[in-house]
Structure formats: structure tokens, C-alpha cells
């Protein structure tokens, strides 16, 4: 059975039961009232199940839906499955505000096993793009430019960039050979002739500090560049921020996500998120999906 404070006088008004009467039924279930109503000759208590259990709005009323702990009790009893099945029925900010009850390593853990586009999103609310560019780890940036998926059209465009004497050299690096002529045109395309090992090599050879700058310009351009660096590496920039800050970003993810990280909570967490639910849609889902929840509190 289902204890919740229902409310006596919404059933003295509906179904026309005097106060004196009504003060009678202290303590006794909603089933048994309206047992004992229809003992006595009232017509109209014969027909609660279908004025009240299965109307959402009177349901609203008798249970006190809008108090959060009569909606609490209920969700109380419920599954985990169930709940997890009424979060798409929050809001984004329910849902973030769930956010709160896990830990700041299990936080940045579901962060980073959200898509690359919502997490690259999710990090630019508290980063700048030269910020993130300044604490991306070198094999980050190398595993980047050595990518199959980066367009060696866009590389060699952002070559234009660098001076003579830095082509030079990456080209240096890269063959082991002096390099004649500082002509950039002519340096750009002997970088671009060069085998696929070779042109690797040199990229990666470019200095650190330009390797960064020359990424960032790069991705002004096709900001997807951000979405090809690992998850891990974001995860350890967010790291620097409190808590509260990793919370108040995740406005910015889709709301399919945020379901599946409550997911995550036990079942005891998951049903004090639940509990922000709306209680008119709450009490919709009961009427269509928990009659034996219903059950439950009538003989409560």
C-alpha cells in the first residue's frame, strides 16, 4: 500500500459528504470512505473510480499533486525502469539540476561519453577556442594532423601562413636534406610532394607554438577540426573547473543525453529528479499508465 495525504475535504465537497462526517473518516483509506459512502446511500461514491482515477485533473486535485511530497511518495514506489521512462517529461533544467547528485568524476566521465559535437559545445561554454587551442596536448594536435580526415587542401592553403624559414625547416626535419631554395610557393609545394610518411613527418615537425597557431586558424575555418581531438583530452581541461560550473554548462547539451546520464543515478536519486515533474503530466501518466498505483493509494 501507498501512504500519501490525500486531500479529505476535495472528497467532502466532491462527493457531498458533510464535515462531521467527513472528520469521521481520519485515518481511513480513500476505498474504505468510499465504501463506506456508498454503504450509506451515496450514489456519487460509486462512481470514484471514474470521477477521480480516471480523470487527471480531479486526480490532481485529491492527491495534491502540486505538493512535491505527495508526488515524492508516489514516484517512491515506483521501478527504476518507470522512472527512467518519466524523465522525458522533465524539463532541460530538471534534468540538469540531476546533474547535482553525482560526483564531479562521475560528471566529467558522462560528459565525455556524450557525442564529439555536444561535448566540443559543452566545453566552449566555459573555454575559449584560444584557450582550448593553448591546453591541447601536443599528440592531440599531431594525431590531428596526421588524420586521414583532415583535408591536406586546407593544410597546405594554412601553410601560406608560415614564413620561409619555418617551412624550411619542418622540410628539413622531415627529409633530413638542406633545403636550397626560400621561395615559400616552392617550399609549400615540396611539402606537398612529399610521400604520405614524409609529409607527416613534417608536419608534425612544425614548432609548437606555431603547430597551435596554425590548428586555431584552421579551425576558424572548419571549427569540426575541434570534434576530431579525444574526449579524454577535453575531459582533462574540464577538470580545472568547480563543480557547479561542469552543472550550469550542461544547459548546452540535448536533452536525450541528460536522460541517458540519469540513467545513471540510483533508483532513490532518480526519483527525487523525477519528482519535478509537472503535475498535471504526472498526473496524466498515472490515469493512462498506473492504475495499480492508484490501486495502491485508494487502499492505503
Do not use: C, W
Amino acid at each position: 500500500m501507498i501512504k500519501i495525504d490525500a486531500d479529505l475535504y476535495y472528497i467532502a465537497n466532491k462527493f457531498n459528504i458533510s464535515s462531521q462526517r467527513i472528520s469521521q473518516y481520519a485515518g481511513k483509506s480513500i476505498d474504505e470512505i468510499m465504501e463506506s459512502e456508498a454503504a450509506q446511500g451515496n450514489t456519487q461514491a460509486a462512481k470514484f473510480d471514474v470521477e477521480v482515477l480516471n480523470n487527471p485533473t480531479e486526480l490532481m486535485k485529491l492527491l495534491k499533486l502540486s505538493t512535491p511530497a505527495n508526488r515524492h511518495a508516489i514516484l517512491q514506489n515506483l521501478n527504476q525502469q518507470d522512472l527512467e521512462a518519466l524523465l522525458p517529461l522533465l524539463e532541460k533544467n530538471d534534468l540538469v539540476f540531476g546533474l547535482n547528485f553525482f560526483t564531479k568524476d562521475k560528471l566529467l566521465k558522462l560528459v565525455g561519453n556524450i557525442p564529439k559535437d555536444q561535448l566540443v559545445k559543452y566545453v566552449f561554454q566555459m573555454f575559449s577556442q584560444a584557450d582550448v587551442m593553448k591546453m591541447m596536448p601536443v599528440e592531440q594536435m599531431d594525431k590531428l594532423l596526421t588524420s586521414p580526415d583532415l583535408d591536406k587542401g586546407q593544410v597546405l592553403k594554412y601553410l601560406k601562413s608560415m614564413n620561409p624559414e619555418v617551412l624550411a625547416q619542418i622540410i628539413e626535419s622531415a627529409t633530413g636534406k638542406k633545403v636550397e631554395s626560400m621561395d615559400q610557393q616552392d617550399l609549400i609545394g615540396q611539402i606537398a610532394g612529399l610521400n604520405p610518411e614524409k609529409y607527416r613527418e613534417a608536419l608534425t615537425s612544425i614548432p609548437e607554438e606555431k603547430k597551435r597557431e596554425f590548428i586555431f586558424q584552421m579551425a576558424k575555418e572548419n571549427p569540426k577540426l575541434y570534434e576530431m581531438f579525444d574526449a579524454d583530452a577535453y575531459e582533462k581541461m574540464l577538470n580545472q573547473k568547480d563543480k557547479p560550473d561542469l552543472v550550469k554548462a550542461a544547459q548546452s547539451i540535448e536533452p536525450d543525453q541528460l536522460i541517458k546520464m540519469m540513467g545513471e543515478l540510483p533508483q532513490d536519486l532518480l526519483a527525487i529528479v523525477v519528482t519535478q515533474i509537472n503535475p498535471k503530466d504526472f498526473a496524466d501518466v498515472l490515469t493512462s499508465k498506473y492504475k495499480d498505483v492508484l490501486t495502491q493509494i485508494a487502499a492505503g
